[in-house]
Each structure stands twice: as structure tokens, then as C-alpha cells.
């Protein structure tokens, strides 16, 4: 019979209560071990402004994209949690369309998921807030948050800060999805958000839906007050001379906006065209025939149709790190707006569009490519009906851009 170890050697077995101890001192190693390392969440913003976001190329008029894996979060967007519900998730997909850039998806994610940490009344813009987002664990950014909440107009300065605007600006949203869809790039960030932060007043946090849009630390304004929407001062008739194909060098030089390229005034008319948007180039309703409860004819502005050279330009913005791109801002636009009165005088004096565009538009996708980016907003999509509830203001989107390919082939346009 074999004999046991400790009995050839001599030694004593190992009591009981030894072989306890051991075992107690290894769970409590195994206890205090460090956990791994988290990579569940995308990364904050950096602390300078973003750059503006990158060109991508729209779908081929075939309708395929060249397809790219952009890093997102595992876990899914939050919303600010309400004492005493369980913890509501949205999320980006993991198929995250092209079109949406990670710069995209990290402001997105902020805006939809940021706590609201201080706000901000925006002068004679009474229904508009712009609060400052934390996003969770970001220790650093409330840290450098203090020190900039100290200085006027600097707790922004970081790009973690957005625009809670009005219920019916929602649309906005949409927006924000055509315009990446079709590969322009210019306007901000934007996400449908219910808000329950005690710092904000109650008719922000009544459970209405609100568009949150991305506040850009860098817009480029002018010291004019009567004129602060505006990056440059344009007038209508400057505006069509802008655009004359040979127009003198000399009044290129001089001309207001000069730093930006005809090819960006071609992107803002194919965009306010199919969203209807006046506020830009014709606030005065001069493209069609406005009714007597519109804004224009209410405030006499439409009376000003009968002398272009009064005419301005409004909200034309650049970013002072991207001066020669347009940025689109208050893009709500008109979904409503009938299609016998389409405001051809948004695309007067554009004689090319962006071939990118153009190919998404002709390739029949348009529609489904909307909704595929817009099921990336669960409270939007939500709150619409899903795609349903959806179809009809896209199919509107699409009419017009039907309208807006037969007005450049029976006009001869180029792309």
C-alpha cells in the first residue's frame, strides 16, 4: 500500500482549520483584484472644438455605399434617469449607417445621454436654452467645467454644450439626418430628448420631446447686434452677383463671404429646397404667395418684394475654423408646405448642385436611406410612429426631390 506523502517525509497532515485559512486568504486576494478595463462607452469629445466633420461620399445612383465600421458604444444611449422608474435605455445600432461620422455619433451620444450640469437663457430667443452636458464618469470635464463656467460665454468653449429648442422645431432632427444622408456635412448635431433635470424649468421637463442641438463653440458672428445670425452681411442682389460664374476679380475680393465658394451656395439651395427652409435666402417670402398668418406678412416684410435692393440674408454662418463652409442652423424647414406653392426662388441663380447629392436623390433610396438614420433616434422614432408614422413626411422630402432632378434636367444644370 502506498504510502502518503507526508508520511514518507515525515511530516504531520495539515489540519482543518489551516487548510480554512488558506482557503479564506485566497478568496480575499481574488476579491481585491482590480476589475478590467471598461471600453463599453465612446470616448468624450476633446477639450478644443471639434473640426468640422468630414466629407462623405453619398450612396451611388445604384444606391450603394461604400461601407465603413465607425467605432460605437456597446452599451446603449441613457436618458436622465426619474427617481423611483427603472432605468430607460435608447441605443445607437451597431450597423451605424455610414453617412454618420464618430465625431457624429460622440456629440449624439452627448446630447441625448448628457446630464444638464448649468443653462443658459439665449438673448431674444425666449424659447430657447443652451445648457452645459456632463457625460457620465467624465471626471476631467467637470473639473475643467468649473473653470470655465467661470469666465462669461467660456463654459462652452469645450463643445460639450447643445441647444434645447422648441417642440415644433423637431424637425429639426430630420434635418440633421437628410443632410447627412446626402453628404453635405453642414449642419449640427441634433437628437429628440425628454429632459427631467431639476435645473431646468418645468415646461422643458413636462415630458414634451425637444430637439437638442449641438452648440458650436467656434460660430463666427458679427458685432453688429441687429445683425449677430449672421457671419457676413449679404444682400439679395450681392447674393445672385456672387454667383455669376465670371464675375470680376475684383468684386470677388471685396464682396462680403468672400471666403466662401460657389459650390457651398449650391449645397444650402438643394437643402432649403427640400426642406422648404425661407429663413436663409428669402425671409421675405418673395418666391411664392405667402398667407396672411405668415411671419413675413405679419412683420411687413413681404412688402419689400417690390425693392430687392433692401433685401438681406439671413443665419449665413461659418465656423472660424472653417471659414469658407457654410453652416446650416434652424433647418425645421416647412414639411407642410403645399407643393403648389414650392419656393423656386431658394434654387434662383444655382446653375450646378453636388453630384454626390444628386446621385442619392436619383437612385430611388431616399426614403429608406432616411429612415435607416433616423431609427438611430429611438424617442424621434418613437414618437412618430416608427417607420409607419414616418412615411408620410418622407415621401414629401422625396416628391420634392423629384421636383427639384426635373428642374435641373429641364434647366440643363450641371452636377
Not at 421637463?205 to 457671419?231: C, K, M, Y
Not at 436663409?280 to 425693392?307: A, I, T
Not at 453630384?355 to 438611430?376: D, M
Request: glycine content about 6%; charged content about 25%.
Amino acid at each position: 500500500q502506498a504510502q502518503r506523502p507526508w508520511r514518507r517525509t515525515g511530516m504531520k497532515p495539515p489540519a482543518p482549520a489551516a487548510v480554512g485559512v488558506l482557503l479564506a486568504l485566497a478568496l480575499l486576494a481574488l476579491i481585491h483584484l482590480p476589475p478590467p478595463p471598461d471600453h463599453s462607452l465612446l470616448p468624450l469629445p476633446a477639450s478644443s472644438p471639434a473640426g468640422p466633420p468630414r466629407e462623405v461620399a453619398a450612396p451611388q445612383s445604384g444606391g450603394q455605399a461604400y461601407r465603413r465600421r465607425l467605432p460605437v458604444p456597446r452599451t446603449h444611449l441613457q436618458q436622465e434617469q426619474v427617481p423611483g422608474r427603472s432605468r430607460r435605455r435608447r441605443g445607437l445600432e451597431r450597423d451605424t449607417p455610414p453617412w454618420l461620422s464618430a465625431d457624429d455619433l460622440q456629440k449624439m451620444w452627448l446630447l441625448s445621454s448628457g446630464q444638464v450640469v448649468s443653462k443658459t437663457r439665449v438673448p431674444a430667443h425666449g424659447q430657447i436654452m443652451r445648457v452645459r452636458l456632463r457625460a457620465v464618469g467624465d471626471a476631467k470635464g467637470d473639473a475643467e467645467g468649473e473653470v470655465l463656467a467661470a469666465r462669461p460665454e467660456g463654459d462652452c468653449q469645450d463643445g460639450r454644450c447643445g441647444l434645447i429648442k422648441r417642440p415644433g422645431d423637431l424637425y429639426e432632427v430630420l434635418a440633421f439626418h437628410l443632410d447627412r444622408v446626402l453628404g453635405l456635412n453642414r449642419s449640427l448635431p441634433a437628437v429628440a430628448r425628454r429632459f427631467t433635470s431639476r435645473l431646468l424649468p418645468y415646461s422643458y421637463t413636462d415630458g414634451t420631446l425637444r430637439p437638442v442641438i449641438w452648440w458650436a463653440p467656434d460660430l463666427q458672428h458679427l458685432e453688429d447686434a441687429n445683425n449677430d445670425q449672421n457671419s457676413c452681411a449679404l444682400g439679395w442682389l450681392q447674393y445672385q452677383e456672387m454667383l455669376q460664374p465670371h464675375r470680376p476679380m475684383l468684386l470677388a475680393r471685396d464682396a462680403p463671404c468672400s471666403s466662401i465658394p460657389r459650390s457651398e451656395w449650391s449645397r444650402l439651395a438643394l437643402f432649403d429646397f427640400l426642406l422648404q427652409v425661407h429663413d436663409r435666402l428669402d425671409r421675405y417670402c418673395c418666391g411664392f404667395q405667402p398667407d396672411p398668418s405668415e411671419p413675413c406678412v405679419e412683420e411687413m416684410l413681404h412688402e419689400k418684394c417690390r425693392n430687392p435692393a433692401e433685401l438681406v440674408l439671413v443665419h449665413i454662418l461659418v465656423r472660424r475654423s472653417a471659414p469658407s463652409r457654410l453652416v446650416f442652423i434652424d433647418n425645421a424647414g416647412r414639411p407642410q408646405h403645399p407643393e403648389e406653392k414650392l419656393n423656386f426662388r431658394l434654387l434662383q441663380g444655382i446653375d450646378s448642385f453636388p453630384a454626390a447629392a444628386v446621385a442619392t436623390l436619383r437612385s430611388g433610396r431616399l426614403q429608406s436611406l432616411l429612415l435607416q438614420s433616423l431609427r438611430l433616434d429611438r424617442e424621434l422614432w418613437e414618437s412618430q410612429g416608427g417607420a409607419e408614422g414616418l412615411r408620410p413626411l418622407l415621401r414629401t422630402i422625396d416628391r420634392r426631390a423629384q421636383i427639384l432632378l426635373r428642374h435641373i434636367q429641364e434647366h440643363n444644370l450641371t452636377v
